[in-house]
């Protein structure tokens, strides 16, 4: 059976997709992403700059986990031809068992949507107890990717005292401009911002606190 194509099809290149914008819709204002890279307007604010490198942030991390799921699919599945389909995609091998690696160690349910990839990549080759420990504790304190890994090395060289570490500040909101004038004080000051704001607390505990 031969399925029939819409004529107009043909005729609109599928090289660039709109990212999702806040600008109204004005024509001319996208962003178009295409094979082989970004299609910027002019004028473009740094909010929606940042937008911008949020979407595409989430886009990277979905697809390391997708990639991974489907090469984990293709093992299980089709263990005679998954290679020559994954040299027919034109994808790198090591790459993708790397991702799979990780996706093995986390089924979809134990994923946190809160933490990228990396985070998961870092606690990947410990026990899913201690997997999940570390993960609650890059949730609650807002650590990087390389604080987390900081504070998995510290541990094990015995400087966790038995357990991961708790002394840490929860993770905090504040509007923009208040943290924007936070750090133009320690630029001042000449601190660097972590330091300014740990000191700032200190000054604040000694007022407040009985000698």
Same mark, same amino acid.
């Given at each position: 059976?031969?399925?029939?194509?819409?004529?107009?099809?043909?005729?609109?290149?599928?090289?660039?997709?709109?990212?999702?914008?806040?600008?109204?819709?004005?024509?001319?204002?996208?962003?178009?992403?295409?094979?082989?890279?970004?299609?910027?307007?002019?004028?473009?604010?740094f909010?929606? $700059? #940042?937008?911008?490198?949020?979407?595409?942030?989430?886009?990277?991390?979905?697809?390391s986990? !997708?990639?991974?799921? $489907?090469?984990?699919?293709?093992?299980?599945?089709?263990?005679?031809?998954?290679?020559?389909?994954?040299?027919? !995609?034109?994808?790198?091998?090591?790459? %993708?068992?790397?991702?799979a690696?990780?996706?093995?160690k986390?089924?979809?349910?134990?994923?946190?949507?809160?933490?990228?990839?990396?985070?998961?990549?870092?606690?990947?080759?410990?026990?899913?107890?201690?997997?999940?420990?570390?993960?609650?504790?890059?949730?609650?304190?807002?650590w990087?990717?390389?604080? %987390?890994?900081?504070?998995?090395?510290?541990?094990?060289?015995?400087?966790?005292?038995?357990?991961?570490?708790?002394?840490? %500040?929860?993770?905090?909101?504040?509007?923009?401009?208040?943290?924007?004038?936070w750090?133009?004080?320690?630029?001042?000051?000449?601190?660097?911002?972590? #330091? $300014?704001?740990?000191?700032?607390?200190?000054?604040?505990?000694?007022?407040?606190?009985?000698?």
């Amino acid at each position: 059976m031969q399925h029939s194509v819409d004529p107009t099809q043909r005729s609109r290149p599928r090289t660039s997709a709109p990212l999702r914008r806040n600008d109204g819709g004005r024509p001319g204002k996208e962003i178009l992403t295409t094979r082989v890279g970004l299609r910027i307007p002019e004028a473009l604010t740094f909010e929606r $700059w #940042q937008n911008v490198g949020s979407q595409i942030s989430r886009i990277v991390d979905s697809s390391s986990w !997708c990639l991974g799921d $489907w090469l984990v699919y293709g093992q299980e599945e089709f263990s005679d031809r998954y290679l020559r389909a994954i040299e027919a !995609c034109g994808l790198d091998y090591q790459t %993708l068992r790397n991702y799979a690696w990780v996706a093995r160690k986390f089924e979809l349910g134990r994923r946190r949507e809160t933490l990228s990839f990396q985070h998961h990549a870092e606690v990947s080759s410990l026990p899913p107890g201690e997997q999940d420990k570390w993960l609650d504790l890059a949730e609650e304190f807002n650590w990087s990717r390389n604080e %987390l890994r900081r504070n998995i090395r510290s541990h094990r060289q015995g400087e966790g005292g038995g357990e991961p570490p708790k002394d840490y %500040l929860p993770k905090l909101s504040a509007p923009a401009e208040r943290v924007q004038r936070w750090r133009k004080a320690a630029e001042l000051s000449g601190d660097k911002f972590e #330091q $300014w704001v740990l000191r700032a607390l200190d000054e604040a505990a000694l007022a407040s606190l009985p000698g």
